[in-house]
């Protein structure tokens, strides 16, 4: 695993009707890294993910994710986690059950499953909770009721799309703390967020995408220091030079950050 790329992708496109959503995605992450995928709204962020774990088809283009191919669905769900943005949890259910219910669904061996989510239930502070319905949970609580859900089959490879989407401080620090641990652990973590300190923290490699289009990648510090504005640059000017058209409008690909402009990440 660690001998080859944990994500690969080649010129992958996704097209819908007249809407390019990603266009030419060429992608090579590290295994046990955490790569933070950043883009305006409609970038292709999510569209991406979707290829990666393959719940849509590519319309051209290749990748594999842990060694298997995107258009496999079969080879590779038992290499992958997804946290979507609205993760798919049953209201009805308590947090435990809901972690029984999918460990189920991956076969995972019974007493085996029993302590993984005893550790999870723990590490994500939901064990005084975990015997209550999904429905009286606060956002936060679903939202760590997902993340235990992506991770608890300990994927090679797992997908977060905004983790930590309305969750106050501490969450946010405990889901940042679960993401340095997994990447330590041997697992690549690809990381969409609007959240830019979060990814500076945890990211050893960012890239930003407009209109489908990778218009910058590097470490962060990297991108950060290419922005000629002073003491005060960060990850923030660089994702709005990159992501900024000569009318100032966000989205566009075709003024600062042309495919050339891409920092390599070594
Ligand atoms: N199933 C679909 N059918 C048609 N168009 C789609 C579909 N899914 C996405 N798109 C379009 O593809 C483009 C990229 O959408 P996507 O959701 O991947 O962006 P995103 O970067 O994840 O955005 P956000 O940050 O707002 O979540 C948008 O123009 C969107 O309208």
Redesign the pocket.
Known sequence: MHDQPAIVTNDLTKV??D?T??DGLTLSIESGTVYGFL??????????I?LLTAL?APTSGSGRVAGAPITDRASLIDHIGYLP?SPPIREALTAREQLEYHGGLRDMDPAELEARIETLLERFDLAADADDRIVTYSKGMRQKTGLMQAIMHEPDVVFL?EPTSGLDPRAVRTVREAIAELAAGGTTVFL?T?ILPVVEDVAETVGI?AD?QLVAEGPPDDLTNRVETGAESSLEDIFLEVTTDRDGEAGASDSVGGRDERCSPN
């Open positions: 819908y009707g809407t959503a990603v883009g305006p709204n409609g970038a292709g962020k999510t569209t991406t979707r849509v943005e799309d969409s609007h995408l489908g």
